[in-house]
C-alpha cells in the first residue's frame, strides 16, 4: 500500500484532523446565497498549521453544492488572473456567441503590474457581474479563495474588497474566503484597507489534540496492516505536538520505516521517523519563518527559548532589557506574525514546534 501521508504544502491529508464543524457556517452561507455572513471567511494561523488546505477543503465544498469557484494565491497581478477566470468561465457558461467585447485582463502585461489600470476596473466589473447573474439564474455562484494574502499588495486586495461588495449590494451569490497569516489579515483590517471584511467570519486554526492524532494514526496505520504497540502510537503522536505539517511528516517517516521491517515497528524505528521528521520540520518550516523577522525580534525569541516553559513579559523584558511597552510592542509583533502564543495570564509560549530547540542549538 501506498505512503498514505501528505508533507507537502497544500496538500490534502489522508484525514483531516480536528477540523469538523470550522466550515459549518460556509457551507450554510452556500444555501441561503446572496449577502449570508458565513459566505465571507477568513483562515488564519501559524505556518504548516492548515490554511491552504482548509481553503482546499471550502473550494470542495462550494463545488459539491454546484457553485463555481476561482481559487487564485495572491501574487501581484492576481486580480487580473482573477478576472481571466472569470471570462473564461463566463464563456463556458452563456449560450450562444459571446457579445462581449473585453479582452483577457492579464493579456499585454497587465498580470505582471500589481494593479488593474483604472480602465479595466468597469470591464472587470462587468464581466464579473455576467458570470453572477449566469450562477443566479442557475441557483447557484461564485466563491472566490485568495490564498496567501500576506504577500500582497494592498492596493489588489482593497480593490477585491470593493468590486466584492459592490456584487453583494446587487445581491449577487458571491462568496469570498481569504488565508494568510495572523499578522497579515490583523493589518488588513486594521488599516481600514477593507473595512468591509471585518464582517467576515474568523477561522482561527490551531493545532489538534494528541489524543486525535493517536487515533487517527491507530486508524490509518490498522489500515495499512501496520503493528505498531499503543505506547509507541501515543509517542509518535506526543512528538508531533499535534501540528499538522508533523502529523503528516511523522506518519510519512514511520510508514517509510515500517516498509523496510515487513510492516511493524518497533522502538527503533519510531525514534528514527520521530527525528528525520522534525530535522525536516526544522529546515522547512523553523527557518523560513525565522527569515523575515527583526534582530530585536529574534532577542526575544532568544529570550524565550531560556525557559522551558511559556515565558512572562516581565522575565523577557528582564533579559533583553527593555521596557514592559517595549517588550509588549515585541510580543505583539511575534503573535501576529503567527511565531509565538498567548499562554496564559501575561506569557507567551512558541506558535511552531522546534522552534525553541532551534534556538538553544
Ligand atoms: N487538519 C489536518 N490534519 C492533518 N494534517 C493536516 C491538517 N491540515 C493540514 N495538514 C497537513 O499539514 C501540512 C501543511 O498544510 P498547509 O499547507 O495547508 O498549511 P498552511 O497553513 O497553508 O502553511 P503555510 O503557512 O506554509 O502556507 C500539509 O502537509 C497538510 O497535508
Ligand atoms: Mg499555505
Redesign the pocket.
Known sequence: MQNPF????????P?????AGLLDEFEYGLHQGSGAPGLLAIIT?S???????MLNAAEATAKEHGWAVISRTATPGFLAKIGDDMLRLTDELGDGPPTRKITAFSAAGFGLTTQLPAERVPDWRRTGEELLRLLDAQGTGLVITID?IHAVDRTEISQLAADVQHFIRDGLPIGLVFAGLPSAVSDLLNEGVATFLRRADRINLHE?AIAEVTASYRELFRDGGIDVAPELLDEAAEATEGY??L??LVGYYLWMEAGKASWTLDQNSVHKATAAAQRRNTLVVVESALSDISDKDREFLHAMAEQDGPSAAAQIGHIITSKPNVVSKYRNRLIAAGLIEPAGYGKVDFAIPGLRQYLRG
Open positions: 501528505k508533507p507537502t504544502a497544500g496538500a490534502t491529508p484525514d483531516l484532523i480536528g477540523r494561523g505556518r504548516g498549521i492548515g490554511k491552504t488546505v496567501e489538534a499538522p505539517f502529523i503528516q
